[in-house]
């Protein structure tokens, strides 16, 4: 598990790099419920670069605030790629951000299947270019796999800015 140090030596990275492109960042979130918008907002100066988030929990907040299409929800369900591709897509749409980072995913206890346990997650990476989606699987209890959701959308975006 990453450490609170370690995720900020990140975070100063991801913004060191943000600054030096001249680009900007928004999050949406599901499962980590803001985590992601709490630790872009933890350092100082994260105002140069963080444009803000959204964190839609209920399938009807995705529809609204991100954009998400609703026959993506029925056809796929709220824990999929396409969802999490169309969530990055939105918050970085709507707010014009050059990068977005979004997080779908089931952190338990409850609301896991077989085709989807608990520790499913699909993180989505939004930039000018394309957009990319991470499959993830983490185990713990819910704070862990948030935090490990979390961690893992920071470090995508820090390879993607390298």
């Given at each position: 598990?990453?450490?609170?140090?370690?995720?900020t030596?990140v975070?100063?990275?991801?913004?060191?790099q943000?600054?030096?492109?001249?680009?900007?960042m928004?999050?949406a979130?599901?499962?980590?419920?803001?985590?992601?918008a709490?630790?872009?907002?933890?350092?100082?100066?994260?105002?140069?670069?963080?444009?803000?988030?959204v964190?839609?929990y209920?399938?009807?907040?995705?529809?609204?605030?991100?954009?998400i299409?609703?026959?993506?929800?029925?056809?796929?369900?709220?824990?999929?790629?396409?969802?999490?591709?169309a969530m990055?897509?939105?918050?970085?749409?709507?707010l014009g951000?050059t990068?977005?980072?979004?997080?779908?995913?089931?952190?338990?206890?409850?609301?896991g299947?077989?085709?989807?346990p608990?520790?499913?997650?699909?993180?989505?990476?939004?930039?000018?270019?394309a957009?990319?989606?991470?499959?993830?699987?983490?185990?713990?209890?819910?704070h862990a796999?948030?935090?490990a959701a979390?961690?893992?959308?920071?470090?995508y975006?820090h390879?993607?800015l390298?």
């Amino acid at each position: 598990m990453q450490t609170p140090e370690s995720v900020t030596k990140v975070l100063r990275l991801i913004q060191e790099q943000l600054k030096q492109q001249g680009a900007s960042m928004a999050t949406a979130e599901s499962c980590t419920g803001g985590l992601l918008a709490y630790l872009f907002t933890e350092l100082a100066g994260s105002s140069g670069i963080y444009l803000g988030g959204v964190s839609a929990y209920a399938n009807a907040a995705k529809i609204e605030l991100l954009g998400i299409d609703p026959q993506q929800l029925i056809q796929f369900g709220a824990v999929s790629a396409p969802v999490a591709a169309a969530m990055a897509d939105g918050i970085r749409t709507r707010l014009g951000s050059t990068y977005a980072l979004s997080l779908t995913g089931i952190a338990g206890p409850g609301g896991g299947s077989a085709a989807k346990p608990v520790g499913t997650v699909f993180c989505a990476l939004s930039g000018i270019e394309a957009t990319r989606v991470y499959p993830l699987a983490f185990t713990g209890d819910r704070h862990a796999i948030r935090w490990a959701a979390a961690v893992a959308a920071l470090h995508y975006l820090h390879e993607a800015l390298a």
